[in-house]
C-alpha cells in the first residue's frame, strides 16, 4: 500500500505513553531475531513515513501494528482507538490480531494483554506469524509452497555456484557465500563472485549485505559477527532476510516480464509499422512507374521510316521482356505483403491496415488494369503502323520504279518533237516522219495508263500519309506537266509534218515529169530511202529494256519465294513450342489450384508441394526466353499471322506472369493459414471442415466465396441466417449479413458492423476469401496481449505510478525500443505529473488501434 491519508496516519502516530519494559536477558536467537524482526518491519513501515525503534515497545498500543498490516496487506483495518488508556490499546491490538486471524493464520497463545504488556517473546513471535503469512506463505516454486518453496527456490538460484549448497536456513548461510551468489544470479554487475574466499564469511556476509543495501533496497537485518559468532544462526532470522531477496528478486522478474511483454508487443508493432511503410512505399513506387509508364504506351505519334518503327517495337519487347515481368512481381509480392500484414494484425487483435487514400490493393489493381489496356492498344497500333509502313514503303518503290522508267522513256522526246528536219525533208522523208510519228503517238498513248498508274500511287501515297509526300508530288507534277507538254508538241509536230507534206506533194506534182525521165533514178532513191527508213524504225530501246527486266523480275520472285518459306519455317518453329508451352502453363494452373483445396496432408505438406512446384516453374524460365527469340525473328520479318497456332506471344506471357503470381498467393495463402492455425490452436481436422464446407460452395473454383456463396455456408454449418437460403439474389445485403452475426453472438451497431466486414474483407472487393472465411469460423481471441495487459505491464515498469519517465524507459527497454516508446508517447498530464512524465495509458491503448498513435 502506497498512498495512506493524513488522518489515517495522524491516528497510528499519536505519542506513546510510558510502560514498564519487561527486561530479560537476550539469548543469541532473541537478539538475531530482534534485530532481523525490526529491520523487516521498518522496510515496510517507511512507505507510510515511519518506523519502529523498539520492537516490543512500539508495537505496544497497536497503532504501528495496524498501519504494518495496512501496508503489508494493502487492506485497510478497522480504525483505530484514539484513547491512551490501555484498553484502547488492547483494543487496537485485537483489531491486528483479529486480521491476522482473518487471513487463517492460527494464533497460538498469542494474546493483545502480551503484546501490549510488550512480552518480547510474545512479540518476535506475532511478527513471525505475519512474516510467515505475507512474506514467505505464498512463495510457491515447482509445486511447493512457503517455507520449502523458498528453500527450493534458493537451491535452484544458487546450484551453479562452488562451495554453495543450501540445504536450510542455519547453518548453510554462514559464509555468506550463499547470500552472494543470489545477489550474482540476479544482478551479476555488483559482486565479482570470483573474489569471494569460503574462509573468509565476514568479509562475504558483510559484502552481501551492504551490496544488499545499497542497490537491492533490502535494509540490513542481520550481523555478520552474529551469525559467524552463533553455531546455528536462528532460523526464523535467515528465512526472513532471505524472504527479501525472494521478493526483491521476483519484483524484478516481474519488471522482466513486463518489460519482455512490452518488448514483444512493440516488436510486433515494429513489424507491423515496417510492413507497412514497405507496403507505402512499393505501392508509391509501382503506382509512380505506372503513372511514366502509361503516357509512353498512349503515345500514338507514328514514325517516318519502317526502321524507326521497327526500333519502337524492339522498344515495346524490352518493356514486355524486361521492365514490366519485375513489376509484375512487385505487384504481386505487394498483395502477399498486405494480405500477410492483414494476417498478422488479426492475429495480435490489431485494426486492419488502411493504405493511404489511392494506395488501396484496389487502386493499384485499376491502375494496372489501365496499364495494361494502354500496353494492349499501343502493341496492336505499333502492328498496325508497320503494316502500313511496309504498304508505304513498297507504294514509294513502286511510284519510284514506274518513275524512273517513265522518266527514262520521255528522256529527249520533247526535243526530238521540236525538231524542224522536216523543212529540208523530202516528200518521201516527209511521209516517212509522218509514219514515224504516228508510230510514236501509239507509243505515247500507251505509256498513257503509266502516267495514269504514277498519279494515282502518289494520290495513295498522300492518303496514306506518307512522310515524303511533298517530294513524291512534285516528282508527279512534273511528270504530269511533261506530259501534257508531250501531248502539245506531239500534236504541233502532226500539223507541221501534215503541212509539209502538202507542200511536197504540189511540188512533186510539178516534178511528176522529171520524175518520169528519171525513173530509174528515182526507183534507186526511193529504195535508198526505203533503206533508211528500215533501219530507223526498228527494235526501239524500251524493247530492249523488257527483255533486260524478265530475268531481273524472275530473281525477284525467286527471292521472294525463299523468303516466304523462311517465314512459314519461322511460324510452324514458334507454333510447335507454342503449343506445348501454352497448355503446360493452363496445366500447372489448374494443378496448383487443386493442390490448394484438395486437403491432401498437412498445411505443412501442402506447402511443401506448393515450394517444388514454384521450383518447376522457374526452372522452366528458359523455354520462354526461348519462344521470346522466335518471336522477335518473326517480328523481324514482318510475319503478323500464324495459321499453325492459336497462341500469340501476348497470351504466353499473360499466362506466364499469371501462373508465377497465382503460385507466389497461393503459397502465401497457406503461410497465412498455418499463422492462423497455430496462433489459434485449430486443429487439422477443424482446418479439413472448414476447407471442405468452403469448396462446397465455392462452385467456381475460383478461391473466393461470393456473399450469396458465403451465405449458403454459414447455413450448412449451423449458422440461423434468418432468411430463405434459396433466395438467389447473387448478394448478401448488410441486413442479410448483420443478422448472420448477430445469429452467431455478435450484438452490433452500424459502426460495429463496418468494422467486421473491413475485416472479413479488407481489399473491399465483394468477396471472402478462405482465409477470412477461416478467420471469421475461429473467431475465438487468440492467446494475444491486449491493451490493458500493456498498460499493466508498463505500471510495473513505472513503479505502480500512472506515468513513466525517460529514464526507467531507457532502464528497462531494449535502446531502440526503449526510443521507440519515447517518440510516441505523449507528456503526461494528470494531477501527479513530474517533469519528463509520459502517459503510457494512452499510448497502450494506441498500439491496439483504440485511438491514435
Given at each position: 500500500m502506497d498512498h495512506y491519508d493524513s488522518q489515517q496516519t495522524n491516528d497510528y502516530m499519536q505519542p506513546e505513553e510510558d510502560w514498564d519494559r519487561d527486561l530479560l536477558l537476550d539469548p543469541a536467537w532473541e537478539k538475531q531475531q530482534r534485530k532481523t524482526f525490526t529491520a523487516w518491519c521498518n522496510s515496510h513501515l517507511r512507505k507510510a513515513g515511519t518506523q519502529i525503534e523498539n520492537i516490543e515497545e512500539d508495537f505496544r498500543d497497536g497503532l504501528k501494528l495496524m498501519l504494518l498490516l495496512e501496508v503489508i496487506s494493502g487492506e485497510r483495518l478497522a480504525k483505530p482507538e484514539r484513547g491512551k488508556m490501555r484498553v484502547h490499546k488492547i483494543s487496537n491490538v485485537n483489531k491486528a490480531l483479529d486480521f491476522i486471524a482473518s487471513k487463517g493464520v492460527k494464533l497460538v497463545s498469542i494474546g493483545a494483554e502480551e503484546i501490549v504488556d510488550g512480552n518480547v517473546k510474545m512479540t518476535l513471535g506475532m511478527i513471525w506469524t505475519i512474516i510467515l503469512r505475507f512474506a514467505i506463505q505464498d512463495i510457491s516454486v515447482e509445486e511447493t509452497s512457503a517455507k520449502e518453496g523458498l528453500l527450493l527456490w534458493c537451491q535452484r538460484k544458487t546450484a551453479p555456484y562452488k562451495n554453495v549448497n543450501i540445504q536450510n536456513f542455519h547453518i548453510s548461510w554462514k559464509d555468506g557465500l550463499g547470500f552472494c551468489a543470489l545477489i550474482h544470479r540476479h544482478r551479476p554487475e555488483l559482486i565479482d563472485y570470483g573474489k569471494l574466499r569460503k574462509d573468509d564469511p565476514l568479509t562475504n556476509l558483510n559484502t552481501a549485505f551492504d551490496v544488499a543495501e545499497k542497490y537491492l533496497d533490502i535494509p540490513k537485518m542481520l550481523d555478520a559477527e552474529d551469525i559467524v559468532g552463533t553455531a546455528r544462526p536462528d532460523e526464523k532470522a535467515i528465512m526472513t532476510y532471505v524472504s527479501s531477496f525472494y521478493h526483491a528478486f521476483s519484483g524484478a522478474q516481474k519488471a522482466e516480464t513486463a518489460a519482455n511483454r512490452i518488448c514483444k508487443v512493440l516488436a510486433v508493432n515494429q513489424e507491423n509499422e515496417q510492413l507497412m511503410e514497405d507496403y507505402e512505399k512499393l505501392a508509391s513506387d509501382l503506382l509512380e512507374w505506372i503513372r511514366r509508364t502509361i503516357p509512353w504506351l498512349e503515345n500514338r505519334a507514328p514514325e517516318n521510316t519502317m526502321h524507326a518503327m521497327q526500333q519502337k517495337l524492339e522498344d515495346f519487347r524490352d518493356?514486355?521482356?524486361?521492365?514490366?515481368?519485375?513489376?509484375?512481381?512487385?505487384?504481386?509480392?505487394?498483395?502477399?505483403?498486405?494480405?500477410?500484414?492483414?494476417?498478422?494484425?488479426?492475429?495480435?487483435?490489431?485494426?486492419?491496415?488502411?493504405?493511404?487514400?489511392?494506395?488501396?490493393?484496389?487502386?493499384?489493381?485499376?491502375?494496372?488494369?489501365?496499364?495494361?489496356?494502354?500496353?494492349?492498344?499501343?502493341?496492336?497500333?505499333?502492328?498496325?503502323?508497320?503494316?502500313?509502313?511496309?504498304?508505304?514503303?513498297?507504294?514509294?518503290?513502286?511510284?519510284?520504279?514506274?518513275?524512273?522508267?517513265?522518266?527514262?522513256?520521255?528522256?529527249?522526246?520533247?526535243?526530238?518533237?521540236?525538231?524542224?528536219?522536216?523543212?529540208?525533208?523530202?516528200?518521201?522523208?516527209?511521209?516517212?516522219?509522218?509514219?514515224?510519228?504516228?508510230?510514236?503517238?501509239?507509243?505515247?498513248?500507251?505509256?498513257?495508263?503509266?502516267?495514269?498508274?504514277?498519279?494515282?500511287?502518289?494520290?495513295?501515297?498522300?492518303?496514306?500519309?506518307?512522310?515524303?509526300?511533298?517530294?513524291?508530288?512534285?516528282?508527279?507534277?512534273?511528270?504530269?506537266?511533261?506530259?501534257?507538254n508531250l501531248g502539245a508538241l506531239t500534236q504541233k509536230r502532226r500539223e507541221a509534218l501534215e503541212r509539209t507534206e502538202k507542200l511536197l506533194e504540189t511540188i512533186d506534182q510539178l516534178y511528176l515529169e522529171y520524175a518520169k525521165r528519171a525513173a530509174p533514178f528515182n526507183n534507186w532513191m526511193e529504195g535508198a530511202m526505203e533503206d533508211l527508213q528500215d533501219t530507223f524504225i526498228v527494235h526501239t530501246i524500251e524493247e530492249i529494256q523488257v527483255r533486260q527486266l524478265v530475268p531481273r523480275r524472275d530473281q525477284a520472285l525467286m527471292e521472294e519465294h525463299a523468303r516466304q518459306q523462311h517465314n512459314e519455317r519461322l511460324r510452324k518453329q514458334f507454333a510447335a513450342q507454342a503449343n506445348v508451352i501454352g497448355p503446360w502453363i493452363q496445366t500447372k494452373m489448374e494443378e496448383i489450384g487443386r493442390i490448394s483445396i484438395e486437403m491432401h496432408g498437412t498445411l505443412e505438406d501442402q506447402l511443401s508441394h506448393l515450394r517444388q512446384y514454384e521450383k518447376s516453374i522457374v526452372n522452366y524460365k528458359p523455354k520462354i526466353d526461348q519462344l521470346e527469340g522466335d518471336h522477335q525473328l518473326i517480328q523481324e520479318a514482318l510475319i503478323f499471322d500464324n495459321k499453325h497456332t492459336n497462341y500469340t506471344m501476348e497470351h504466353i506471357r499473360v499466362g506466364w506472369e499469371q501462373l508465377l503470381t497465382t503460385i507466389a498467393r497461393t503459397i502465401n495463402e497457406v503461410e497465412n493459414q498455418i499463422l492462423t492455425r497455430d496462433a489459434k490452436g485449430i486443429s487439422q481436422e477443424q482446418m479439413n471442415e472448414f476447407r471442405a464446407s468452403f469448396n462446397h460452395f465455392d462452385r467456381d473454383h475460383s478461391g473466393t466465396l461470393g456473399p450469396e456463396e458465403f451465405k449458403a455456408c454459414l447455413i450448412s454449418l449451423g449458422y440461423d441466417i434468418g432468411n430463405d437460403p434459396q433466395k438467389k439474389t447473387g448478394m448478401m445485403d448488410t441486413d442479410d449479413f448483420r443478422a448472420c452475426l448477430i445469429s452467431m453472438g455478435y450484438n452490433m451497431g452500424e459502426a460495429e458492423f463496418a468494422r467486421i466486414m473491413s475485416i472479413v474483407d479488407p481489399n473491399r472487393l465483394g468477396v471472402v476469401t478462405f482465409q477470412a472465411f477461416i478467420d471469421f469460423m475461429s473467431r475465438e481471441t487468440a492467446d494475444t496481449d491486449t491493451a490493458d495487459q500493456v498498460m499493466a505491464s508498463f505500471k510495473i515498469l513505472a513503479g505502480d505510478k500512472n506515468y513513466i519517465t525517460v529514464d526507467e524507459l531507457r532502464r528497462e527497454l531494449p535502446p531502440d525500443q526503449a526510443e521507440y516508446c519515447i517518440a510516441r508517447m505523449a507528456p503526461y498530464t494528470g494531477p501527479d505529473a513530474v517533469p519528463g512524465a509520459l502517459d503510457y495509458m494512452s499510448f497502450s491503448t494506441a498500439l491496439y488501434g483504440e485511438s491514435d498513435l
Open positions: 518493356y514486355r521482356r524486361l521492365h514490366k515481368p519485375p513489376k509484375v512481381q512487385e505487384k504481386c509480392q505487394l498483395e502477399i505483403n498486405f494480405n500477410t500484414l492483414q494476417t498478422k494484425l488479426r492475429l495480435s487483435n490489431r485494426p486492419a491496415f488502411m493504405p493511404s487514400e489511392g494506395r488501396m490493393v484496389s487502386d493499384i489493381n485499376n491502375a494496372w488494369g489501365c496499364l495494361e489496356q494502354a500496353e494492349k492498344g499501343y502493341e496492336e497500333w505499333l502492328l498496325n503502323e508497320i503494316r502500313r509502313l511496309e504498304r508505304l514503303d513498297h507504294l514509294a518503290e513502286k511510284f519510284r520504279q514506274k518513275a524512273s522508267i517513265h522518266e527514262a522513256w520521255t528522256d529527249g522526246k520533247e526535243a526530238m518533237l521540236r525538231q524542224k528536219d522536216y523543212e529540208t525533208a523530202t516528200l518521201s522523208e516527209i511521209k516517212a516522219l509522218l509514219k514515224k510519228h504516228e508510230a510514236f503517238e501509239s507509243d505515247l498513248a500507251a505509256h498513257q495508263d503509266r502516267v495514269e498508274q504514277i498519279a494515282a500511287i502518289a494520290q495513295e501515297l498522300n492518303e496514306l500519309d506518307y512522310y515524303d509526300s511533298p517530294s513524291v508530288n512534285a516528282r508527279c507534277q512534273k511528270i504530269c506537266d511533261q506530259w501534257d
